[in-house]
């Protein structure tokens, strides 16, 4: 079965920088959209960035020009390149997998990961 497992969370002052990466597992991964979620305690789940079939990219307004995702089809594998966090950006990161899904539609997103935290300190 289809599986997911993120990892490279950790705490980092405001400035700094962290690489997050999700490992697929099972196959067709080719035919999967990737995203990366992110919760705050007491906030609603939000989508960071998606990577779409077809390459596209759809950047959260507040990440855009800090965070880069990218993918390796062969390695099976998404990264997140987070630049210049930010105390905002503090929160649980899902790595997340699904057929022909996009960050809005939230229920084609069917396979997650457990989640790495972020901590960012001011």
């Known amino acids: 079965q289809v599986q997911v497992t993120e990892s490279g969370g950790g705490s980092v002052q405001a400035g700094g920088s962290l690489t997050l990466t999700c490992i697929f597992s099972?196959?067709?991964?080719?035919?999967?959209?990737m995203a990366w979620f992110r919760q705050a305690p007491g906030k609603e789940r939000e989508g960071v960035v998606d990577i779409r079939i077809s390459g596209a990219s759809t950047y959260l307004d507040s990440v855009k020009g800090r965070f880069t995702v990218s993918r390796d089809i062969s390695r099976k594998m998404m990264t997140l390149q987070m630049n210049n966090l930010q105390v905002e950006d503090t929160g649980m990161y899902y790595c997340?997998?699904?057929?022909?899904?996009?960050?809005?539609?939230?229920?084609?997103?069917?396979?997650w990961g457990q989640g790495t935290q972020v901590t960012v300190s001011a």
């Open positions: 997340a997998a699904g057929r022909g899904a996009i960050l809005g539609a939230s229920h084609l997103w069917n396979v």
């Open positions: 099972g196959s067709s991964f080719s035919g999967y959209s």
